[in-house]
């Protein structure tokens, strides 16, 4: 074996540094990158700041997805433009401020987020409970309060029919000498109504007051009518009429259509049954129950659904076609029988309802 051959790797090794400067370049190199990895790679790793820490902000579980139970507000979701997981919400996270669509927030360049119009409570927003809902077939959430007995209008003491008389719609009446208000209740048995009230109470602003018009129907077109009762009807002056007529509902299907003429309460108390799902009958016979002084007036119109007797009506689209009118009814004389009982009762409840006009007079 040769003397190089046997040489030691250190001594060749030294030879080569000192006689290939190249070389030498390349392993310096090579032994300082070595050493930076090593030294490196003993550091823990940076976390991304787009991922977000533990110590910064916490996430909640969203409960699983369910019927409100507040008609009072209607949820609005506050997440902000920044992506969160679908399945959490972030929690303490500050209300944000909405603009317009498409605005940025004041001060800044980051476009805001935009969210829908708040709105009220709308009757999709109730929770169904079979428990809760009575006769009616509501959801106590959605019937509201049941009156009984008599309601205080206007200072007057209104008489009800027997059972219990849900709110469909009310408003105030304002006029340049006399001003009161309106309210429609209805008795809804199983989502039908069955029976409605419109209560008209106006008192004069100044005394003794100018009186009101004649109670249409009590001294004019009374062959319209199926039966009439008039003690007294003076124009602007002392008034006391009861009537018995036919209301046929189909206009009330057309509540929404504004070009059908509807009188305003009638069109929100058709509205409200609409939006709670309650149907009614094509003709109702109705009792209105007029008096007036002339420092005010009480209209009462007691309406009265003849399914409820197991009575059916042929298909009509205005009073004058109806089974009901009082020139049709002769020829159905299960129908006249009807409006005979009811005759009874308006007799009986007349005292009852003119005690009711005086319970209102001026210092009572």
């Known amino acids: 074996m040769s003397s190089t051959n046997s040489e030691p790797w250190f001594r060749t090794f030294r030879r ?10 390349i392993g310096m190199s090579a032994g300082a990158l070595t050493l930076l990895f090593i030294l490196f790679s003993r550091y823990p790793h940076h976390q991304s700041a787009s991922t977000g820490s533990a110590s910064n902000a916490s996430y909640i579980s969203q409960a699983p997805a369910s019927a409100p139970t507040d008609i009072n507000a209607r ?35 980051k476009l805001v987020a935009s969210v829908p119009k708040v709105h009220t409570a709308s009757l999709s927003l109730a929770t169904p409970s079979s428990s809760s809902a009575g006769s009616s077939g509501l959801d106590n959430g959605v019937a509201g309060r049941s009156y009984n007995g008599s309601l205080r209008v206007d200072g007057f003491n209104v008489p009800l029919p027997g059972g219990n008389w849900l709110m469909l719609a009310n408003t105030s009446v304002k006029l340049p000498s006399s001003a009161g208000e309106m309210i429609y209740l209805g008795q809804i048995k199983k989502k039908r109504l069955v029976g409605a009230i419109r209560i008209t109470a106006v008192r004069s602003l100044a005394r003794p007051g100018a009186g009101f018009r004649a109670a249409p129907g009590c001294i004019d ?13 003076i124009p602007n002056g002392h008034q006391a009429c009861w009537i018995i007529g036919i209301e046929v509902t189909s206009p009330l299907q057309q509540w929404a259509d504004r070009a059908v003429k509807l009188d305003s309460l009638d069109r929100a108390a058709a509205g409200d049954m609409a939006a709670k799902g309650v149907s009614y009958p094509q003709d109702l016979v109705l009792v209105r129950f007029t008096r007036a002084e002339t420092w005010g007036v009480l209209e009462v119109k007691y309406f009265f659904s003849p399914e409820t007797a197991g009575i059916k009506s042929n298909d009509a689209f205005s009073p004058r076609d109806s089974d009901w009118f009082a020139q049709n009814i002769s020829r159905f004389p299960e129908k006249q029988a009807y409006i005979d009982k009811l005759k009874q009762w308006a007799t009986q409840f007349w005292p ?13």
């Open 75 to 109: 949820h609005v979701a506050t997440t902000s433009i920044t992506s969160t997981p679908s399945h959490a919400v972030l929690a303490n996270t500050p209300v944000p401020v909405y603009l317009a669509k498409g605005t940025k927030q004041p001060g800044t360049s």
């Open 352 to 364: 009852r309802f003119k005690n009711a006009f005086d319970s209102g007079q001026p210092g009572n």
């Open 221 to 233: 077109h009374q062959e319209d009518n199926n039966f009439v009762m008039s003690e007294e009807v």
């Open 16 to 25: 080569l540094w000192q006689r290939a400067p190249l070389w030498r370049l």
